[in-house]
C-alpha cells in the first residue's frame, strides 16, 4: 500500500520544477477528526507568509466553488455506498489538483492542503474496506501523480479527536469507533512505509508544540531548491543549499 515517489511518472510540475528556477512546496495535512489540521494549516500558513512566502491554504474536499458542492454531497448528503463515496471524492481532487494546485506550485508558492490523497486511502481504501492500493491508484489517476514534498500526519486517539469537536457530526465523523481505529491504523502504516515523505507527530501536545515539530522538518525544504513533488528525492549530499525564496 505504499506508495514510491519512484514509481510515479513525474507530471507537469515535476517538469517545471526540474527546468525552470523557483517551484513551489506541497504540504499536506493528515489525520483522523478533530486531530488539529485546521489548526496547523493555519499556523504554518502564517509562518511562511512571515517569511515572505505566496501561500495558498486549501483543503479537501472543498477547495474550490465545485468541491464545496461535492463536499456538501459527500459530507452531509444522503446515504451514499462506499465506491460512489470513493469517486466523489477522486473527483474533487482531481479539479482541485488541476485548477489550484499545481497551477499554485508552478508559479512557486507553497500549497497546505487540509487533508490529500493519503485520506482517501485510510478512510475509503481502509475504513470502508475498498482496498487501500485500489483506492491509492484511483487517487494517482485523478491527480495525474501529484504527490506531496511533506505530508503531516497527527497522530492523536480517535476519542479526544472527536472530543475536541463541538456541532453535528458529518457522516465520517458518525462512522463508529472501529471505523476511526482502522483509519488511525492505516495513516500510521503509510507513513511508516514511506518516512522521506511523511512527519508524524504526536497531536495530544500543545498547538505550538506540534506547529515547532512542523516547522523544523520543513525548514530545510525551504532553504533548498526541491524535487516536483512526484519525483524521488535525490541524496542529501545533491541538494543544493540556498536562500529562502
Ligand atoms: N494541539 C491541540 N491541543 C488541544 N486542542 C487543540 C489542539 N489543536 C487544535 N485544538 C482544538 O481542537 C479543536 C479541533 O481543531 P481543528 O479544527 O484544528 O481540528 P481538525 O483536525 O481540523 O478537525 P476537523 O477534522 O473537524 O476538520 C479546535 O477547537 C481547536 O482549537
Ligand atoms: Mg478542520
Redesign the pocket.
Known amino acids: 500500500m505504499s506508495t514510491d515517489p519512484a514509481s510515479v511518472v513525474p507530471g507537469p510540475v515535476a517538469d517545471v520544477v526540474a527546468g525552470q528556477g523557483p517551484a513551489g512546496l506541497f504540504v499536506s495535512f493528515e489525520?483522523?477528526?478533530?486531530?488539529?489540521?485546521?489548526?496547523?494549516v493555519a499556523l504554518l500558513g502564517r509562518h511562511l507568509a512571515a517569511l515572505g512566502r505566496e501561500v495558498v491554504v486549501t483543503r479537501e474536499p472543498g477547495g474550490t466553488p465545485l468541491g464545496v458542492e461535492l463536499r456538501r454531497a459527500v459530507l452531509h448528503g444522503e446515504d451514499l455506498d462506499p465506491r460512489t463515496e470513493a469517486l466523489l471524492y477522486a473527483a474533487d481532487r482531481a479539479h482541485h489538483v488541476a485548477s489550484l494546485v499545481r497551477p499554485a506550485l508552478e508559479r512557486g508558492a507553497v500549497v497546505l492542503t487540509?487533508r490529500y490523497l493519503d485520506s482517501s486511502v485510510a478512510y475509503q481504501g481502509t475504513g470502508r474496506g475498498l482496498g487501500a492500493d485500489e483506492v491509492e491508484r484511483l487517487s494517482l489517476w485523478a491527480v495525474q501523480g501529484l504527490l506531496p514534498h511533506l505530508t503531516v500526519l497527527?497522530d492523536l486517539d480517535p476519542a479526544v479527536?472527536l472530543a475536541?469537536?463541538t456541532g453535528d457530526p458529518d457522516r465520517l465523523e458518525s462512522a463508529g469507533d472501529e471505523f476511526h481505529r482502522r483509519t488511525r491504523e492505516a495513516f500510521l502504516a503509510r507513513a511508516a512505509a514511506a518516512p522521506q515523505r511523511w512527519l508524524v507527530v504526536d497531536?495530544?501536545?500543545?498547538?505550538e508544540d506540534?506547529a515547532a515539530q512542523v516547522r523544523a522538518r520543513l525548514a530545510p525544504l525551504l532553504r533548498a531548491p526541491v524535487p516536483g513533488p512526484s519525483e524521488p528525492a535525490p541524496a542529501p549530499s545533491a541538494v543544493p543549499t540556498g536562500g529562502v525564496a
Open positions: 489525520g483522523g477528526d478533530g486531530v488539529g489540521k485546521s489548526t496547523q487540509d497527527l479527536g475536541r469537536l497531536a495530544s501536545q500543545p498547538a506540534v
